[in-house]
T-cell receptor, first 116, second 114 residues
Framework: AAGVIQSPRHLIKEKRETATLKCYPI?????VYWYQQGPGQDPQFLIS???????DKGSIPDRFSAQQFSDYHSELNMSSLELGDSALYFC???????????????FGQGTRLTVV | AQSVTQLDSHVSVSEGTPVLLRCNYS??????LFWYVQHPNKGLQLLLK??????LVKGINGFEAEFKKSETSFHLTKPSAHMSDAAEYFC????????????FGKGTTLSVSS
């Protein structure tokens, strides 16, 4: 079965550079979530989209932005990177079922971002 | 608002003995609750979910959890631990509205010794 695809799997950037992470949800899933997981930490919610509109917002820095496109894939754009942005970034997708029910989210393998 | 507390940061068991990972939640709405497992350097895999149906939920790999509204708990159990169960376990809560954040607990590291 198709899963959530994230690219790239690994990314190394220098401070103050920009990075773009991509997420391709499971086919027919209409909801995408972004999470940041630091070493030894629990995943922190950044932002989510339902039907291409922002649905919920968490602890996403102003330097980050995200969007969901017409084909439901999502991109997380990160600018002015800092050393503290080094983390594993997960994308997850779920089926919103018309906003009636928050079904389980299926997570991708993550993108490991290292800022040097 | 939703929140979740995992009562133990680390649980150690012997192979073949029962596993209990404790989770308490707080939610303003009827919650959906999940348990996810994360093996080292791997993604997050769904173990089981509660979405207002049966209160005793069975998941993969022999795990199950019971939703107790009166105790606001959703503890994860397994009758007999296996070495391959060693991993990080996250209890997750969310509201029933699609697209709202899944809030993770701090995680419980399960160690299994032979």
């Amino acid at each position: 079965a198709a899963g959530v695809i994230q690219s790239p799997r690994h990314l190394i950037k220098e401070k103050r550079e920009t990075a773009t992470l991509k997420c391709y949800p499971i086919p027919r899933h209409d909801t995408v979530y972004w999470y940041q997981q630091g070493p030894g930490q629990d995943p922190q919610f950044l932002i989510s989209f339902y039907e291409k509109m922002q649905s919920d917002k968490g602890s996403i820095p102003d330097r980050f932005s995200a969007q969901q496109f017409s084909d439901y894939h999502s991109e997380l754009n990160m600018s002015s990177l800092e050393l503290g942005d080094s983390a594993l970034y997960f994308c997850a997708s779920s089926l919103g079922e018309g906003r009636r029910r928050n079904t389980e989210a299926f997570f991708g393998q993550g993108t490991r971002l290292t800022v040097v | 608002a939703q929140s979740v507390t995992q009562l133990d940061s680390h649980v150690s068991v012997s192979e073949g003995t029962p596993v209990l990972l404790r989770c308490n939640y707080s939610s303003s709405y009827s919650p959906s609750l999940f348990w996810y497992v994360q093996h080292p350097n791997k993604g997050l895999q769904l173990l089981l979910k509660y979405t207002s149906a049966a209160t005793l939920v069975k998941g993969i790999n022999g795990f199950e959890a019971e939703f107790k509204k009166s105790e606001t708990s959703f503890h994860l159990t397994k009758p007999s631990a296996h070495m391959s169960d060693a991993a990080e376990y996250f209890c997750v809560v969310t509201s029933n509205q699609a697209g709202t954040a899944l809030i993770f607990g701090k995680g419980t590291t399960l160690s299994v010794s032979s």
